[in-house]
DNA sequence: CTTGACTCCGTACCATACTTCGGGGTTGAT
DNA sequence: ATCAACCCCGAAGTATGGTACGGAGTCAAG
């Protein structure tokens, strides 16, 4: 099967047809070729591209990040610099969001196992899971406190 | 400084005023006390409160899955065993988000390499670190074949 | 050569997550 | 007392990311 139709890149890839005209008019899919009577036909590797576009966004990324992010993929052979910048940057950005994400699933484990304790959490560490956030504004002003809600 | 008004909040959480009247309607910022005149007085951890969902949000939850976990923090003395169910589902969504930035970290980083090496890169390895993703419909039908663009 | 499924297109509509507007009351410093 | 700066509210507007509609053309099987 060397192309595939709208309907079949849209089952394929789990997302509405109509999806797939609308990331096609937001630059986000490139246009294919088309029939003689009009008919998109994709190159089969478009499924890929929209499953990670749809997983993308479920990490918190916008439709316009994750079309700099497919672009950066295609640029590897020109001025190597710019790529290169928006490379590391984006590597920090995700590598932040892992921090984050850990911080947060080590609070809801901790959750888990005072469930498991039978017992009472004493503080309330999802918050704080995110609080020490390094770009934010005061930077930790407070020290960790006990007693959130006494 | 026990309590803190909106303009306040505002600006230490680093959000829009609105913002907070918006999160209030919608239920994800408790309604605080009020003086005589009407006037908001916010205790001082709504600052962190407000922070963490601004950054929840970064990392792909809606408002309402923030609710969610704002509210599972809270409901730790009760039937534990909804809360546990509930918890343990979030911390292997967590689990996965993670999974996913780590390969998508690995093939930017991957790209900064053939970039440092100064020699093209063969593939296209951004959309293939998401590939894998096991929820997806066929669960992953096609090899991962090479020559993406001919 | 008809029929039903599929495709095209533009336009309009929807949900989420805010932001702006407009008009009026409150606070607190001078 | 006055006045800027702040606060209140409801309602309307914006941006993003789609989804639905409707009318017309296309394709392939019978």
Redesign the interface.
């Known amino acids: 099967m060397p192309t595939l139709r709208t309907a079949e890149v849209a ?2 890839a ?1 997302v509405n047809v109509e999806t797939l005209r609308f990331y096609e008019r937001k630059g986000i899919l490139p246009e294919p070729p088309r029939r003689a009577s009009g008919y998109r036909e994709y190159p ?2 478009t499924v ?2 929209v ?2 576009i749809k ?6 990324f916008s439709l316009s990040e994750i079309q700099n ?2 672009d ?2 295609q640029m ?2 020109g001025k ?1 610099d710019r ?2 910048h928006l ?2 940057a ?2 920090e950005e ?2 932040h ?2 921090r ?3 911080a ?2 080590r609070s ?2 901790d ?2 196992r ?3 304790g ?1 017992r ?2 004493a503080s ?8 020490g ?1 390094p770009r ?3 930077g930790k002003s407070e020290p960790p406190t006990e007693g ?1 809600t006494p």
Chains 1, 2 share one sequence.
């Open positions: 089952r394929l789990g089969p590797e890929e591209r499953k990670f997983r993308a966004q479920e990490l918190g992010l497919l950066l993929r590897t052979g190597s790529v290169k490379a590391e984006k590597v995700i590598d969001k892992i984050d994400l850990e947060m699933k809801l484990t959750l888990l005072a469930c498991d039978r009472a959490i309330c560490p999802i918050i704080e899971s995110l609080g956030c934010c504004i005061g959130t």
